[in-house]
């Protein structure tokens, strides 16, 4: 059994227009050019799935330490309710976040679903109680997680379903094969990864076909720039978690002074950042507050500058 602090930082190995502009290539965080690419305002993930690159989280919505039902349900159901309102059609969740509430509640508020809504959910952790997130990737388990998860979600079919975890007491070559199964049988569109090296995606990619990858990055943790630089490559989608930094929030007094310059918040700045940092990133946000989920949206507006971009690189 593992503390939330240490499953977030573990591997198996260790609105509706955002920004337009040109078709070019992703550059590097020390670029002194502001990505063009970046600004373009959706991404079709696995090929086929477009959504608006300014998603959702919906780990937030749930009770306190990410367990059992928030204090204000009706609140969560008006915070879905306005994210979709505003643009948003990427929701990221999984069956860990509550458990099962966070799911159950996204069907109350959205079911039956606009016909653009992607619903990403994940399974392959447990959690036995608050603070604890146990892998299990057994191939059982996770057959098991599918189903739940479509009878919460109230689907036929969940567009893109990500193993939550690399469980190191399971071969990755199972549990994968259990998703690709589902895959088979109708109950999965597409197939995507959590918190994993460039390594662990190459051997996923010879089981089954992975269209994302959902790791934490954000303008204050770019660990992760050496797998968001494959996503690009191989036309990934990129979900950073925690892309305002989680409890930890963002800082720095170059970005303060971005966000002075365009009357903004640090974070809405961090998130032009991401949106602006790759053609792939599809940052998800989370909160449980209506206005916070309108500040988020604000940030698509928000361009920064060839000199900003190069104040912000280090």
Same mark, same amino acid.
């Given at each position: 059994?593992i503390?939330?602090?240490?499953?977030?930082g573990?591997?198996?190995?260790t609105?509706?227009?955002?920004l337009?502009?040109?078709v070019?290539?992703?550059?590097?965080?020390?670029?002194?050019?502001?990505?063009?690419?970046?600004?373009?305002?959706?991404?079709k993930?696995?090929?086929?799935?477009?959504?608006?690159?300014?998603?959702?989280?919906?780990?937030?919505?749930?009770?306190?330490?990410?367990?059992?039902?928030?204090?204000?349900?009706?609140?969560a159901v008006?915070?879905l309710?306005?994210?979709?309102?505003?643009?948003?059609?990427?929701?990221d969740?999984?069956d860990?976040?509550?458990?099962?509430?966070?799911?159950?509640l996204?069907?109350?508020?959205?079911?039956?679903?606009?016909?653009?809504l992607?619903?990403?959910?994940?399974?392959?952790?447990?959690?036995?109680?608050?603070?604890?997130?146990v892998?299990?990737?057994r191939?059982?388990?996770?057959?098991?997680?599918?189903?739940?998860?479509?009878?919460?979600?109230?689907?036929?079919?969940?567009?893109?379903?990500?193993?939550h975890?690399?469980?190191?007491?399971?071969?990755?070559? !199972?549990? *994968? #094969?259990? @998703?690709?199964? +589902?895959?088979?049988? %109708? $109950?999965?569109?597409h197939? =995507?990864?959590s918190?994993?090296?460039?390594?662990?995606?190459?051997?996923?990619?010879?089981i089954v076909?992975?269209?994302?990858?959902?790791?934490?990055?954000n303008?204050d943790?770019?660990?992760?720039?050496?797998?968001?630089?494959?996503?690009?490559? !191989?036309? *990934? #989608?990129? @979900?950073?978690? +925690?892309?305002?930094g %989680? $409890?930890?929030?963002?800082? =720095?007094s170059a970005l303060?002074?971005?966000?002075?310059a365009?009357?903004?918040?640090?974070y809405q700045?961090?998130?032009?950042?991401?949106?602006?940092?790759?053609?792939?990133?599809?940052?998800?946000?989370?909160?449980?507050?209506?206005?916070?989920? !309108?500040?988020n949206?604000?940030?698509?507006?928000?361009?920064?500058?060839p000199?900003?971009?190069?104040?912000?690189?280090a």
């Amino acid at each position: 059994m593992i503390t939330r602090r240490k499953f977030v930082g573990m591997s198996a190995a260790t609105g509706a227009a955002i920004l337009a502009g040109r078709v070019s290539t992703g550059l590097a965080a020390g670029s002194t050019s502001v990505p063009g690419a970046a600004a373009n305002a959706t991404f079709k993930i696995g090929g086929d799935l477009e959504v608006n690159r300014l998603g959702f989280g919906a780990m937030r919505i749930t009770g306190e330490d990410v367990w059992g039902w928030p204090p204000d349900r009706a609140n969560a159901v008006n915070v879905l309710k306005r994210a979709v309102a505003l643009g948003v059609n990427l929701i990221d969740t999984a069956d860990a976040y509550g458990p099962k509430t966070s799911e159950l509640l996204i069907a109350e508020a959205l079911h039956p679903y606009p016909k653009d809504l992607v619903i990403a959910t994940k399974g392959g952790v447990t959690r036995p109680s608050a603070p604890a997130w146990v892998p299990n990737g057994r191939p059982d388990y996770l057959k098991k997680c599918v189903d739940e998860s479509l009878q919460r979600l109230r689907l036929e079919r969940i567009d893109l379903y990500q193993l939550h975890r690399i469980d190191p007491k399971v071969p990755v070559e !199972e549990s *994968l #094969g259990a @998703l690709k199964e +589902a895959q088979q049988a %109708g $109950k999965i569109r597409h197939i =995507g990864l959590s918190e994993v090296s460039e390594a662990e995606i190459e051997r996923a990619r010879k089981i089954v076909s992975i269209v994302s990858i959902q790791n934490r990055y954000n303008f204050d943790d770019r660990k992760w720039d050496s797998a968001l630089a494959y996503c690009e490559k !191989e036309n *990934l #989608g990129f @979900l950073p978690w +925690a892309p305002v930094g %989680g $409890k930890r929030g963002l800082s =720095g007094s170059a970005l303060e002074a971005v966000a002075k310059a365009h009357n903004a918040t640090v974070y809405q700045v961090g998130l032009a950042w991401l949106l602006q940092r790759s053609p792939v990133m599809l940052p998800i946000p989370g909160t449980q507050n209506v206005q916070h989920v !309108e500040d988020n949206m604000a940030a698509t507006k928000l361009k920064l500058t060839p000199e900003e971009w190069k104040s912000l690189a280090a």
